[in-house]
């Protein structure tokens, strides 16, 4: 058997020393590692086997970890981990306890930023740079950027400043596969697509030429006006005129699965004193059928690990998000004023079935969470109801037009906030705990979470029925069965009570309200009856209803998957004060610290906030306090 060169590679230099033949079996090696790996654990394959070769040349040119490598996003990063460091653990990806899916300064100093949301990398390439010549050091930097994540707006805020600022050297890869998660959109991808096809361009130009050569009356002067229009039309689009004029030196496009063309030109470029942009073309999936055909379905995959023990009881067939993709259809026939934005996430978010109905009513904004809730500002300005899906981790970044554009001015917006909570392997960069926080300090937003599937259509109904912002948050999860008796309609700032005891009132929110069934459940073995809430609002909350159940009772328990700080909880406990109530209040929900990665159970279980944990606290407060 020939021997793996990939299993020879002890640290990155000893890639420079191989040949041709070697790099091509190293490359063939790296991606067979990558889809072996992430068929048992998941993760972001397709834009991964896409960026093998970007690595492999970074690595013979860069001398690491003296020099610094900065992945934008990092999904895109598994051949860096294993041609770095990360050979041998690369079977744990994204595993409790194992390595991230995500760079992570903490996990190997070749790391250089803890990266996961998009567009960040030139902002940080930008001020390493600054660091860099200010305290006198020498090293090389390169930022990698996928044509994607060049459709967020922070990206250009930093390629304005970089351009202004930098007088020394910085490199910045730009990956273009044509593809965010799904086809990239806007006027930008249309320009750096013009210039893909350069060749094809050219072509156009020439017909045109010979054209205007066979017109009447068409002499030296006009072929000469022609000549000039078109040599001012290839310097604008076909050499990157636009990053020119932002004070960048623009290379490309060159083929980014041909190592030696890009070493040769990451060579030359860090050779200048200027920061250059390299702008390489690449396949998504590359190297791998299925990813090469589908590169959005294989752009994250699934692990087939089943040890996800959180859920006790029974659940739906269909996802939340597969809730939402039907509900919004519905209710999207009926009113014609219902327009969805995403911010990249079509598929994602469920988006995709309303984008082929209604393809005139809905809006990609590409990766700019900012622009797609001021979009829904603008929209609701004219009278529409705007449905806003996003992540709940990715609308943090919008945390100022949700309250200048959309709050403020009190306009009928409606976020729909998706992965809420634990998200499990992506880890800390990708759960979305503090949305009950942020959302519920801003004036006039109204905030709910379903309890179970029906509710969530029921919730949009009322949230569009209403003339002012409102957020429906849930997870990433199938809902839970709910076929307690008593089930009640949606009524503003109203929880139901799903089931009555005595002795505790147990207020849950969302998907909390599973874990609250089960405590109730393991309770009553030991002899304490519990009420159980589905609380549904976070705001606002009746206070009335909340002290009409909690009175009379030794304690009140309130669950949630957001942190404690500013949460469902705290939310309680004002109410409580409100009212003037005196009873304990357990707040159980996340910590005030970031949560890595593992299955949402496994997570659960390490915070504490498991069923059986819950139960454990809430069984030493009466034994404590009988
Ligand atoms: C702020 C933010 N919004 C959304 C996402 C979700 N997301 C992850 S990768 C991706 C597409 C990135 O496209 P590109 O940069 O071109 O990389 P590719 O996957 O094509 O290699 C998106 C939208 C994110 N990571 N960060």
């Known amino acids: ?327 919004i259809v519905e209710v999207a026939k009926e009113d014609r004023r219902i327009f969805a934005i995403t911010a990249a996430m079509t598929l994602g978010t469920g988006l995709d079935e309303f984008s082929k109905l209604f393809p005139d009513r809905f809006y990609d904004v590409g990766i700019a969470e900012q622009l797609a809730v001021n979009l829904g500002a603008g929209l609701a300005l004219g009278g529409l109801k705007p449905v806003v899906a996003i992540y709940s981790t990715f609308l943090q970044r919008a945390f100022d037009q949700l309250s200048q554009e959309v709050c403020l001015q009190n306009l009928p917006v409606l976020f729909v906030v998706d992965r809420a909570g634990l998200v499990g392997e992506d880890g800390e960069t990708h759960h979305g705990y503090f949305d009950l926080s942020y959302l519920r300090m801003l004036p006039n937003m109204t905030v709910m979470a379903p309890g179970c599937g029906w509710e969530l259509k029921a919730m949009i109904l009322y949230a569009l029925s209403l003339n002012s912002p409102a957020a429906i948050r849930f997870p990433r999860a199938k809902p839970l069965v709910v076929d307690e008796a008593g089930r009640t309609g949606i009524e503003s700032g109203k929880g139901e009570v799903i089931r009555e005891g005595k002795d505790i009132s147990i207020f849950s929110i969302g998907d909390m309200l599973g874990s609250a069934l089960s405590v109730a459940d393991k309770l009553k073995e030991s002899g304490i009856s519990a009420t159980v809430v589905n609380a549904r609002f976070v705001k606002p909350i009746d206070s009335e209803f909340v002290a009409e159940v909690a009175k009379k009772k030794k304690l009140i328990a309130t669950l949630e998957q957001n942190v404690c700080s500013g949460g469902f909880g705290s939310a309680i406990c004002e109410q409580l004060a409100k009212e003037n109530l005196n009873i304990p209040v357990m707040i159980r929900g996340l910590p005030d610290s970031y949560i890595e990665h593992g299955t949402q159970g496994e997570l659960l279980d390490s915070v504490g906030l498991s069923p059986d944990a819950i139960f454990r606290d809430i069984l030493r407060f009466f034994k404590e306090n009988d």
Not at 93 to 100: A, E
Not at 140 to 147: M, S
Not at 156 to 170: D, F, K, P, R, T
Not at 284 to 290: E, I, L
């Open 1 to 327: 058997m020939e021997e793996s060169v990939l299993e020879n590679i002890k640290k990155p230099q000893d890639i420079a020393l191989l040949d041709e033949d070697e790099l091509e079996r190293l490359t063939f090696e790296t991606r067979k590692l990558i889809i072996e790996t992430t068929k048992v654990t998941g993760g972001h394959l397709a834009s991964s086997l896409g960026a093998v070769e970007i690595t492999v040349a970074l690595l013979r040119v860069y001398d690491l970890p003296h020099d610094k490598i900065i992945w934008d996003v990092g999904h895109q990063a598994y051949a860096y981990k294993i041609l770095t460091d990360r050979q041998s653990k690369f079977h744990t990806l994204r595993q409790w306890g194992g390595i991230s899916g995500f760079p992570k300064r903490s996990e190997s100093e070749y790391d250089i930023v803890d990266s996961g949301h998009a567009g960040s990398s030139l902002g940080d390439a930008f001020g390493l740079a600054i660091a860099r010549d200010f305290m006198g050091e020498k090293f090389n930097i390169a930022a990698v950027i996928g044509d994607g994540s060049m459709t967020s707006g922070v990206s250009y805020e930093a390629l304005n400043q970089i351009g202004h600022y930098i007088n020394s050297n910085l490199v910045i890869i730009l990956n273009d596969n044509g593809m965010s998660i799904s086809q990239n959109v806007g006027s930008i991808s249309s320009y750096l697509s013009r210039i893909r096809i350069k060749p094809a361009y050219t072509h156009m130009k020439q017909h045109l030429e010979e054209f205007f050569m066979t017109l009447p009356r068409v002499g030296e002067a006009t072929l000469k006006l022609m000549t000039q229009i078109k040599e001012s039309l290839t310097r604008a689009v076909l050499r990157g005129l636009f990053f020119e004029s932002l004070g960048l030196k623009y290379v490309g496009p060159i083929d980014g699965h041909n190592i030696f063309e890009m070493e040769e030109t990451i060579r030359e470029a860090i050779q200048i004193d200027a920061p250059v942009l390299i702008h390489v073309v690449t396949q998504k999936g590359k190297g791998f059928k299925p990813s090469e055909r589908k590169p959005e379905k294989y752009h994250g995959v699934s692990s087939t690990r089943k040890s996800d023990k959180s859920k006790e009881r029974a659940e739906e067939e269909k996802t939340y998000t597969e809730l939402f993709r039907e509900a």
